[in-house]
């Protein structure tokens, strides 16, 4: 192909990124590689079990590789049916209904209960599929620093808005932190607004037996509290999923554009996704384990006492995270890496996620790693 000189800037940002150690790399996975993982969200190791894979098997079989449709034509099965019916009475909420991913489920919501005219107050923290979910809204879009709730209520005060939407994690993804959800919903009552709350990495970890932190608040009783939820994390599946009443489930239904011309989750991602919700049913110990691990990453790494299966241990420099994740690496240790944008200059860190399959001898082989990797005059201080 003849390089065009109209992107001849692709290179100029490249070097820029290069030189800011910033430059993004793919790396495959091999089958049966070895290492130890502490990068991936598959916190309760369901996304290997036996029976999580089968039921991914028996879907494909049932119904085929694909759903053949968007959610409104042939894309829908009694498969569909039946995983949103099993996750809505899991969550304690009245309905649900699933979308091709997490990404979606954000962006459909988000662009359905808001609109022109509107209000969206935005947490600092909030997952980029929320950021963008505000971009598309065409809303007034307030953003307010990570758990600001004061922020928060200074916005719905001064709004001339009469519909208003709060949106934010439940758990902050890149240090795993909690949001104040009880203050922010006690904001959005006393304004008349509603509150978003992304439960990507707080489902199948936070709440008795992983249901999650709105759950584990008491918060799901309430109609002005609308979640989200990924079934590529704790359930080791795929797709995304909107737990609510059934009358915003009916609004979304008919106006989320993410549902209406996506074509809808494939079979074997529902049926992975049942099967990993029963597993849990059975076993809600996995997620008592998820956080024992959790503990035990924080106190060997110094890192913060965390509140969920993320542990941040910032390192600062860019290029000082990257040689550290590299060198985890050539010691059969996967972590992730996060740097700018995904953080904030000056706090790249290894984010290391706790799994409830990690047995103690691997556990302990993982922290001899970071103890020694952390301490290797070979990664820049």
Same mark, same amino acid.
């Given at each position: 192909?003849?390089? #065009?000189?109209?992107?001849?800037?692709?290179?100029?940002?490249?070097?820029?990124?290069?030189?800011?150690?910033?430059?993004?790399?793919?790396?495959?996975?091999?089958?049966?590689?070895?290492?130890?993982?502490?990068? #991936?969200?598959?916190?309760?190791?369901?996304?290997?079990?036996?029976?999580?894979?089968?039921?991914?098997?028996?879907?494909?079989?049932?119904?085929?590789?694909?759903?053949?449709?968007?959610?409104?034509?042939? =894309?829908?099965?009694?498969?569909?049916?039946?995983?949103?019916?099993?996750?809505?009475?899991?969550?304690?909420?009245?309905?649900?209904?699933?979308?091709?991913?997490?990404?979606?489920?954000?962006?459909? +919501?988000?662009?359905?209960?808001?609109?022109?005219?509107?209000?969206?107050?935005?947490?600092?923290? #909030?997952?980029?599929?929320?950021?963008?979910?505000?971009?598309?809204?065409?809303?007034?879009?307030?953003?307010?620093?990570?758990?600001?709730?004061?922020?928060?209520?200074? /916005?719905?005060?001064? $709004?001339?808005?009469?519909?208003?939407? +709060? +949106?934010?994690?439940?758990?902050?993804?890149?240090?795993?932190?909690?949001?104040?959800?009880?203050?922010?919903?006690?904001?959005?009552?006393?304004?008349?607004?509603?509150?978003?709350?992304?439960?990507?990495?707080?489902?199948?970890?936070?709440?008795?037996?992983?249901?999650?932190?709105?759950?584990?608040?008491?918060?799901?009783?309430?109609?002005?509290?609308?979640?989200?939820?990924?079934?590529?994390?704790?359930?080791?599946?795929?797709?995304?999923?909107?737990?609510? #009443?059934? $009358?915003?489930?009916?609004?979304?239904?008919?106006?989320?554009?993410?549902?209406?011309?996506?074509?809808?989750?494939?079979?074997?991602?529902?049926? /992975?996704?049942?099967?990993?919700?029963?597993?849990?049913?059975?076993?809600?110990?996995?997620?008592?384990?998820?956080?024992?691990?959790?503990?035990?990453?924080?106190?060997?790494?110094?890192?913060?006492?965390?509140?969920?299966?993320?542990?941040?241990?910032?390192?600062?420099?860019?290029?000082?995270?990257?040689?550290?994740?590299?060198?985890?690496?050539?010691?059969?240790?996967?972590?992730?890496?996060?740097?700018?944008?995904?953080?904030?200059? =000056?706090?790249?860190?290894?984010?290391?996620?706790?799994? /409830?399959?990690?047995?103690?001898?691997?556990?302990?082989?993982?922290?001899?790693?970071?103890?020694?990797?952390?301490?290797?005059?070979?990664?820049?201080?």
């Amino acid at each position: 192909m003849t390089p #065009s000189p109209t992107l001849d800037w692709l290179d100029a940002a490249a070097a820029d990124r290069k030189a800011r150690h910033l430059s993004r790399v793919l790396r495959p996975r091999t089958a049966g590689e070895g290492v130890i993982d502490l990068a #991936s969200n598959d916190y309760l190791g369901l996304g290997t079990h036996p029976e999580v894979v089968e039921g991914a098997i028996a879907a494909t079989r049932r119904w085929g590789a694909g759903a053949t449709g968007s959610r409104l034509v042939t =894309g829908t099965t009694t498969d569909h049916q039946a995983l949103q019916a099993e996750l809505a009475d899991f969550t304690g909420h009245p309905s649900a209904l699933v979308f091709s991913s997490g990404y979606t489920a954000n962006l459909g +919501v988000v662009v359905a209960l808001s609109g022109r005219g509107s209000l969206i107050v935005s947490d600092g923290g #909030s997952h980029a599929s929320l950021v963008d979910a505000c971009r598309l809204s065409r809303a007034r879009v307030v953003v307010v620093e990570r758990g600001d709730v004061a922020a928060v209520e200074r /916005a719905l005060a001064g $709004r001339s808005e009469e519909r208003a939407l +709060v +949106v934010t994690d439940s758990v902050y993804s890149a240090d795993g932190d909690l949001a104040p959800l009880t203050a922010l919903h006690a904001a959005c009552e006393g304004y008349g607004a509603v509150l978003l709350v992304d439960e990507a990495h707080g489902l199948g970890v936070r709440g008795a037996g992983g249901r999650g932190l709105v759950d584990e608040l008491g918060l799901t009783r309430h109609e002005n509290v609308v979640v989200t939820a990924t079934l590529s994390k704790a359930l080791g599946a795929q797709g995304g999923v909107v737990l609510t #009443s059934e $009358r915003v489930r009916d609004h979304l239904v008919d106006t989320a554009r993410t549902f209406i011309f996506d074509t809808g989750l494939a079979p074997a991602s529902v049926g /992975a996704a049942r099967a990993a919700l029963a597993v849990l049913r059975r076993e809600p110990q996995r997620a008592d384990r998820v956080l024992e691990v959790a503990e035990h990453l924080a106190a060997v790494t110094g890192a913060d006492r965390p509140s969920s299966a993320v542990v941040s241990v910032i390192l600062g420099d860019a290029e000082r995270a990257y040689a550290a994740s590299q060198r985890c690496a050539e010691l059969g240790l996967r972590v992730g890496c996060f740097r700018p944008p995904s953080v904030p200059e =000056g706090t790249a860190r290894l984010r290391l996620t706790a799994r /409830a399959d990690l047995s103690d001898a691997d556990l302990s082989d993982a922290c001899g790693v970071l103890t020694g990797v952390l301490a290797d005059s070979r990664v820049p201080a």
